[in-house]
T-cell receptor, first 114, second 113 residues
């Protein structure tokens, strides 16, 4: 009964370093999403994958890349981290484009770039 | 994407019914209205979704008037564990045929003993 699993839970990077945030879901969902949440703010969509084999930009894609590795996994990569990317990152999934039961979110990755 | 406006914060005593209203004046014909709950250090959790009139589940009710320009989330008899941020979202089909949800800042509900 794992749902959406994100790794790592915490990470500290130096400016210019790269890293990949991992996300996996075990609900056989077709669509997956990456959001970021800054203090006191709502969530902003970075990238999404409507189905296996497709990815599209969301509201704030600059500085990020994504890979839909298979139906279960959707990773987010920071090629050259910047302090402005300090945030909490949430991965989510849904059964379809128009989810009757909404999105299922992971518990988040707290990233600090120094 | 339709923009939503909701109160920044609300306080309520335990056992009371809480109503959080969200306005979405430019909602499109195909848009659904969805509400999420978020506790500190956790991802948002789906509460309820509707298109028009009233929807009820085991957690909450959602009231949507005929013009759909607003919606009200109703939480019956709140407890301390309902203290959280509540997000009202209006989904929209993008040009690429995908369905994106835009989160605003939400309403921080504080339940007082």
């Amino acid at each position: 009964n794992a749902g959406v699993t994100q790794t790592p839970k915490f990470q500290v990077l130096k400016t210019g370093q790269s890293m990949t945030l991992q996300c996996a879901q075990d609900m056989n969902h077709n669509s997956m999403y990456w959001y970021r949440q800054d203090p006191g703010m709502g969530l902003r969509l970075i990238y999404y994958s409507a189905s296996e084999g497709t990815t599209d930009k969301g509201e704030v894609p600059n500085g990020y890349n994504v890979s839909r590795l298979n139906k279960r996994e959707f990773s987010l990569r920071l090629e050259s981290a910047a302090p402005s990317q300090t945030s909490v990152y949430f991965c989510a999934s849904s059964e379809s484009f128009t989810p009757v039961y909404g999105y299922t979110f992971g518990s988040g990755t707290r990233l600090t770039v120094v | 994407l339709a923009k939503t406006t909701q109160p920044i914060s609300m306080d309520s005593y335990e056992g009371q019914e809480v109503n959080i209203t969200c306005s979405h004046n430019n909602i499109a014909t195909n848009d659904y209205i969805t509400w999420y709950q978020q506790f500190p250090s956790q991802g948002p959790r789906f509460i309820i979704q509707g298109y028009k009139t009233k929807v009820t589940n085991e957690v909450a009710s959602l009231f949507i008037p005929a013009d759909r320009k607003s919606s009200t989330l109703s939480l019956p008899r709140v407890s301390l564990s309902d203290t959280a941020v509540y997000y009202c979202l209006v989904g929209a089909l993008s040009g690429a045929g995908s369905y994106q949800l835009t989160f605003g800042k939400g309403t921080k509900l504080s339940v007082i003993p």
